[in-house]
């Protein structure tokens, strides 16, 4: 899910971590995704909508088919909040209203921020936060007094760049993010977080089947090595895990050369820029359809989608970038035709967003220390 309405000016100060003390241990939690978007339309606009305005710990993560949860303890109460890197404030109250307790203190400063495809308002306090078995005592957090565009979940778990916090605490230049305090405290010994989905291919709506590492990676979750590609220092992409694409192809097709792009866990579909969506259509005999939003296709597409990062190529087949069958009635798609998770980004600003379509099919690495973001296959 990415923040709208921000600068490249903050880009320099994005990483000022104290060097933290190693500690010989992973953090691994398991991930939700679940699913609440009644149409592919919807789906579409909601993604769009989001853009166009060594010591490690692992936790787990629900796969909600549109978007992947974790549970994040705030004080004593535990919260169902999305896991973002397109965004770095992390917030609560959408649906499960916040009680203080004994540790939260209100800082009495308001706090906002819009992401396209909903927004919220409130007031900033500091409490206990937990995730994977670590805890920070006192973490800035967001408490919603409005909200909007969080059915189901109770807010953000933002684990984006400190930089995309910049005017969003009123009095504060900048916010430290969860893994920015871990890391200052000594907690995890580098500041990375590494991220593996699994997509869904019945006709469920949600699974615990995705993975957050804090600290590190989890060699469990991926096989040979990882592919690691520097993060952008300027442009548009450049505040957020922004990263140049040399190149996609489709079979051997070109449909896009290099291009800066944003690696995002909240934007449901990968979206391209116009011109490299349309050379896909053309090459793979499709179009847009005009009730769902979608690339439609009367016959199966037969090539590879093939994405060159960092000097490697990244293949997703059409069994991983077309809709599963079975999720067409989740949709409302019509069992006649075959449709496709790329999507048309648009010809202007971010227009380019390797979104979760593209991650459930590789592990991911998000690399604050050493300003890079990382790929391997996923086991």
């Known amino acids: 899910m990415v923040r709208i309405a921000l600068t490249t000016a903050f880009v320099a100060s994005l990483v000022l971590a104290a060097i ?3 500690v010989e241990r992973v953090h691994t939690v398991p991930l939700k995704k679940v699913g609440k978007v009644t149409s592919a339309k919807s789906l579409l606009e909601k993604d769009l909508r989001r853009y ?7 936790g787990a993560v629900e ?4 978007s992947y949860t974790a549970p994040i303890k705030v004080g004593s109460q535990t919260f169902d909040l999305i896991v973002d890197t397109g965004s770095s404030n992390t917030w609560v109250g959408a649906n ?7 540790t939260g203190k209100s800082t009495g400063k ?8 909903g927004s919220f308002s409130g007031t900033e306090y500091t409490d206990a936060v937990t995730f994977a078995g670590l805890t920070v005592s006192s973490q800035s957090i967001g408490v919603a007094s409005t909200s909007s565009g969080f059915s189901g979940v109770d807010g953000i778990f933002g684990v984006g760049p400190v930089g995309l916090t910049q005017g969003t605490v009123s009095g504060t230049s900048t916010v430290p993010t969860f893994l920015d305090n871990l890391f200052k405290q000594g907690q995890i010994s580098t500041e990375v977080l590494g991220v593996s989905f699994k997509p869904e291919s019945g006709s469920d709506q949600d699974d615990v089947n995705g993975e957050l590492t804090l600290g590190g990676t989890d060699s469990s979750k991926y096989s040979g090595s990882i592919t690691y590609t520097p993060t952008l220092s300027s442009g548009s992409f450049a505040p957020y895990w922004g990263i140049t694409v040399s190149s996609i192809k489709y079979g051997s097709t070109s449909v896009l050369g290099s291009n800066g792009a944003i690696v ?9 820029p116009t011109t490299g969506y349309n050379k896909f259509l053309s090459a793979a005999g499709g179009k847009t359809d005009s009730s769902s939003g979608l690339a439609k296709f009367m016959t199966k597409p037969t090539g590879n989608l093939v994405f ?7 293949t997703l087949t059409p069994a991983q970038y077309l809709v599963p069958t079975a999720e067409y009635s989740l949709f409302g798609l019509s069992s006649n035709a075959y449709y496709s998770w790329v999507g048309d980004g648009g010809s202007s600003g971010v227009d380019f967003i390797v979104g979760q379509k593209f991650l459930e099919n590789y592990y991911s690495v998000f690399d604050t220390t050493n300003g890079r973001v990382g790929f391997a296959t996923r086991t």
């Open 52 to 58: 166009k305005s060594a010591a490690t710990s692992s």
């Open 63 to 66: 796969n909600d088919l549109v």
């Open 110 to 117: 308001s706090v906002s921020v819009s992401y396209g495809s």
């Open 308 to 314: 060159s990062i960092g000097g490697t190529s990244f």
């Open 96 to 102: 499960t209203k916040f009680s203080a307790g004994t």
């Open 20 to 22: 933290a003390t190693p």
């Open 264 to 272: 995002d866990t909240g934007t449901t579909l990968i979206y391209i």
